[in-house]
């Protein structure tokens, strides 16, 4: 008979095997959890999209400015890559907006029809799948900290449509709560009289602002916005910095009324966007900063580039669209060619990409560096671009290119070098059409209208447009209602 004892002792050796070996497999365990997310960190880029609101192709000295200088915003193009042929889907904001978020011509999401008002009804409706939306499914942190403009309502804000936070203003700074009425003169004039006055952000104006769905304060004072929206990511990106993370942070400047922060104010009125510019690269500079102080840079794209082209009407409180042909509202390509910069994981420093592409092209991009497919039931026009972005490809995948007015109508396209536009008379609808054909290979300033010349293209491209148009007036999608 085994004697109780030597029982006991045996089941005691043995547990305690058994006990060292579960706790080598858990640390092994743990050891491999740990080891993967990390490497899953690292395989998830942090993603910050910098979007300006009537900044002009011109308007930095990376492309061109004798001006206004912008060291920051030249340093993304320094560490990274220049894009000189950077469209947006609209000449005007809140379409430009859609674009952007969504990848779509803004007539496939309900959004093309001009820019959005204290008074409007509608919003980009929240079954649309945002860059938010997407980065949020893979576990990132998404804020955004600026001008929204894609409706006010609680249904359609930021944290209806992806984002954990929200800080910001919710349509254009020249626009009041409730109503819009009580605006002060307009035109470049009147910008004069509001820039020599600094104050009248808080006695002219009731633009309101909001954190998350509510509104903290009216009138906001413009004057610090740019920098508060800037503070605000900069502790967003510390909390997170720990795990992956989207900053979207559209500025409301330097779309006028343009205000600064007093102590860094020009009082010469003929100096209030070159003011207003070298702000916005100050701040950019402290978001740069944070990023190089929290060893971010290598896993963080930056993208900086604007809704639009100049707002040329208001002189120097408007941009330049440098060498490009009109601005703000127009859809030749001051209006819609935009700058843009980026560095992130895998772009070339220094370098510069001449092919087309666009804000469209954001969203599938950014699915494909993530390497998580965007879902299938809703079609978009924008295609992945990550090539152009590192360079590993010469040619862009985008070949078409629509053009589309402030309203919404189809006014023209390019294709390869070739850009066609077709301009119906405003007021006498019994006029013919004006068609204007250019080479951007050989005339970017559109210059050179070979429309004459060249009827077989024009007949050809005007078909190509309106084929191309007709597929998105039949898919498009509904934008949200207020009921």
């Known amino acids: 008979m085994i004697p109780v004892t030597f029982i006991r002792n045996q089941l005691k050796h043995h547990e305690t095997i058994l006990m060292k070996h579960k706790n080598l497999l858990s640390f092994l365990a743990l050891t491999v959890f740990l080891f993967a997310s990390g490497a899953l960190r690292a395989a998830r880029p942090n993603f910050i999209i910098i979007f300006a609101d009537d900044q002009g192709y011109g308007d930095l000295s990376c492309f061109g400015s004798k001006t206004i200088d912008t060291p920051n915003i030249d340093r993304i193009a320094k560490e990274g890559r220049k894009f000189t042929s950077f469209m947006v889907a609209s000449p005007v904001c809140t379409p430009s907006r859609a674009a952007l978020l969504t990848g779509c011509y803004p007539k496939r999401v309900g959004m093309h029809q001009h820019v959005l008002f ?21 576990g990132y942190a998404t804020a955004c900290f600026g001008k929204w403009h894609l409706g006010h309502h609680k249904q359609v804000l930021p944290t209806s449509n992806g984002f954990d936070t929200y800080f910001g203003i919710p349509y254009s700074n020249d626009m009041n709560h409730p109503d819009n009425k009580g605006k002060p003169k307009g035109g470049w004039a009147g910008m004069d009289i509001l820039w020599d006055d600094p104050e009248s952000t808080l006695t002219k104006w009731k633009t309101p602002l909001f954190e998350d769905e509510k509104i903290i304060e009216v009138p906001v004072d413009q004057r610090t916005i740019t920098r508060r929206c800037t503070q605000k990511s900069i502790d967003f990106i510390k909390a997170n910095k720990d795990k992956p993370f989207f900053v979207y942070v559209p500025h409301s400047m330097p779309h006028i009324p343009l205000y600064v922060p007093d102590e860094i104010r020009d009082p ?38 604007t809704d639009n082209g100049p707002w040329l009407q208001f002189r120097h409180h408007g941009g330049s669209a440098g060498p490009l042909r009109e601005g703000k509202g127009t859809t030749f390509e001051g209006g819609q060619r935009v700058p843009c910069v980026m560095r992130g994981p895998g772009i070339p420093a220094g370098t510069v990409c001449h092919e087309l592409t666009g804000t469209i092209d954001v ?94 293209a024009v007949k050809e491209l005007q078909a190509r447009m309106k084929e191309l148009d007709s597929e998105i007036t039949k898919n498009a999608r509904s934008p949200w209602f207020k009921k």
Request: proline share 6%; glycine share 8%; hydrophobic share 35%.
């Open 118 to 138: 204290p008074s409007s009804t509608k919003g980009l409706n929240p079954k649309e799948h945002t860059i938010a939306d997407h980065l949020k499914g893979q």
């Open 268 to 305: 010469d009125p003929k100096n209030a966007y070159i003011n207003t510019i070298e702000h916005i690269d100050s701040e950019v500079g402290r978001l740069l900063k944070t990023l190089d102080d929290l060893k971010l840079v290598d896993n963080t794209y930056v993208i900086y580039t």
């Open 363 to 456: 969203l599938p991009t950014i699915a494909a560096l993530t390497g998580k497919p965007l879902p299938a039931k809703n079609k978009i026009d924008g295609l992945d671009a990550s090539g152009l972005w590192k360079g590993t490809a010469k040619k862009s995948p985008r070949k078409e290119f629509l053009h589309y007015t402030s309203r919404g109508d189809l006014e023209g396209i390019r294709s390869g070098n070739w850009k066609l536009l077709v301009k119906k008379p405003r007021r006498n609808n019994a006029a013919k059409a004006q068609f204007h054909l250019f080479d951007l290979a050989k005339d970017m300033g559109e210059k050179n209208n070979l429309a004459e010349t060249k009827p077989a």
